[in-house]
């Protein structure tokens, strides 16, 4: 059979899959200090490494695969909530979370004050401070100065911990807008500042999704039209009437 | 392909949800002492395909991994603890609280609820009970003959009678204080209940050094839930809810023409 049919084939498992991560996206749209992810493409060659015989060849055993998706790391907009335990992040900075799997972090700055009295994620988990989680004490209108210090009533309960993921990292989605990456590639952060009585918003460009999810489908049923035509054109015209003029 | 039909159907449960929550909000715009609640979302889980740093060959490792997540959630709906409006009545029985504090009310089953709505009123036996008629805890009754009643910053409830011209005490109003309000179980008719989340409430008198804030007569707390806000809430909820329903549609052309091509 011809390759072609199966480079079409390839392609369109490929343009579904992307689907699957335009429509996260899309999901996601309103989920706070959500990072969409973007996908791209890779060619494989098929039996590379032997010798191509023709520049006809690479085009036709060159398979487009779904390669890796990656994380966008563009701020989202900075929404006033004026909630007092909202926390917007002025660039590129994350707040490090203590979770039950080791240390994740986020751009979801919509806190909450525990049972225990610790600064927490909408999860639970405790937001790190410089020397660990924050306990404030209640009842008392709390002030976050514009470098992460936290005061309530009228002392210092602690600094946020800001960090910045290095230009090389690739941050792994944990779910619930948590992000890892490996430690090497954590640095403290400090171009970023902290804005209270704000949240930021997903970063899911709602126009360039909706053209990516046009581009997948039409690329896709461009591929059903190829598949179509290999099948009834040629591939017939080989399995059926050669055989017949013969 | 199927990934991406559950993915945007999540996305628009999760809107549909939002709305609903959006449209509380909006009907108790008027309601005094509600607090608005704000639903938050989170992303769900991922695939991990390709995971990143893998090794591509032996000497070289995959820049980027391959993930897929798999929609929304919606986690919390949180209330807003901002302060609303003070609506002044000019009726000695409203009372309004300037800070965190919630009145606490004697329930029925007598359990303790807290509310921050003050529209008191007495009953036949001169106790201050809501609109619905359930006492504050500890109880103030005011004796019939009061001609005038005082109810201080500090929660002091003061009368007058006829003939004498020294006010009389007749109580002191408790609050209650949560150490995350948030985490509070709303069960209608203004009431919250303690919850584990919320922690247990640490009481006192206004005006207290625990920060319960102090009572202002005469006036209503405002609902503090901010109808342009709401609006614009509801756009993007509106809009959210359409991209999705858009995702569903082309997952549902793009399976079509995989199922035509058999033909």
């Known amino acids: 059979m011809d390759s072609g049919l199966y480079a079409a084939c390839t392609a369109m498992m490929a343009r579904t899959d992307a689907l699957d991560t335009i429509a996260n996206n899309l999901a996601n749209s309103s989920t706070n200090g959500f990072r969409e992810r973007h996908t791209t493409f890779s060619s494989v060659l098929a039996g ?58 986020t751009r979801n700055g919509s806190l909450q004050i525990s049972t225990k009295g610790q600064l927490v994620t909408q999860n639970g988990d405790p937001v790190l401070g410089e020397t660990g989680p924050i306990t404030i004490p209640s009842g008392t209108p709390v002030s976050i100065s514009a470098d992460g210090t936290i005061t309530a009533q009228g002392a210092i309960a602690g600094k946020l911990k800001l960090v910045e993921f290095s230009a090389t990292a690739d941050p792994q989605s944990l779910g619930s807008t948590y992000y890892t990456v490996p430690p090497k590639d954590v640095v403290n952060s400090t171009m970023s500042q902290v804005r209270q009585g704000m949240v930021e918003s997903s970063n899911v460009n709602p126009v360039s999704s909706v053209v990516e999810l046009i581009s997948a489908q039409r690329a896709l049923e461009g591929m059903r039209h190829a598949l179509t035509m290999i099948d009834t054109e040629i591939d017939k015209t080989a399995a059926q009437d050669i055989p017949r003029i013969s | 392909m199927i990934r991406a039909l559950y993915t945007a159907a999540s996305g628009m449960t999760a809107q549909q949800l939002n709305l609903d929550n959006i449209a509380n ?41 391959l993930q897929v997540g798999l929609g929304v959630r919606p986690t919390t709906t949180e209330t807003i603890q901002t302060q609303g409006d003070f609506n002044a009545t000019g009726n000695p029985l409203d009372l309004a609280i300037s800070g965190a504090g919630f009145f606490q009310i004697l329930l029925p089953n007598g359990q303790t609820g807290y509310s921050r709505s003050g529209s008191f009123n007495l009953n036949s036996q001169g106790t201050m ?115 999705n329903s858009r995702v569903v549609k082309a997952a549902d052309e793009m399976l079509q023409q995989l199922n035509q091509l058999s033909q």
């Open chain 1, 48 to 105: 590379s490494g032997e010798p191509l015989e023709s520049q006809l060849n690479v085009v036709t055993n060159s398979y487009g695969l779904l390669g890796n998706s990656h994380l966008d790391m563009q701020s989202g907009s900075l929404t006033r909530t004026n909630n007092e335990l909202d926390l917007g992040i002025d660039g590129p900075g994350f707040l490090a979370v203590q979770t039950a799997g080791g240390v994740a972090y």
């Open chain 2, 25 to 65: 909000n909006l009907a108790n715009s008027s309601t005094t002492g509600f607090q608005q609640r704000r639903l938050a979302f989170s992303d769900m889980l991922y695939q991990n395909t390709v995971a990143p740093g893998s090794a591509a060959t032996q000497q070289t490792t995959n820049a980027a991994g």
């Open chain 2, 129 to 243: 009970v809501t609109a619905d008629g359930n006492p504050l805890d500890p109880a103030i009754t005011i004796p019939p003959n009061a001609t005038n009643i005082t109810v201080g910053s500090d929660g002091t409830v003061t009368v007058t009678q006829p003939g004498t011209t020294a006010a009389t005490q007749v109580g002191t109003i408790q609050m209650a204080l949560f150490i995350n309000p948030g985490g509070l179980n709303s069960v209608g008719n203004n009431i919250y209940l303690e919850t584990t989340a919320s922690g247990a409430p640490v009481i006192g008198t206004p005006g207290g050094s625990e920060g319960l804030g102090t009572i202002l007569q005469g006036n209503l707390e405002e609902s503090n839930v901010s109808v342009v806000d709401q609006f614009v809430q509801m756009i993007v909820a509106q809009r959210s809810y359409e991209s």
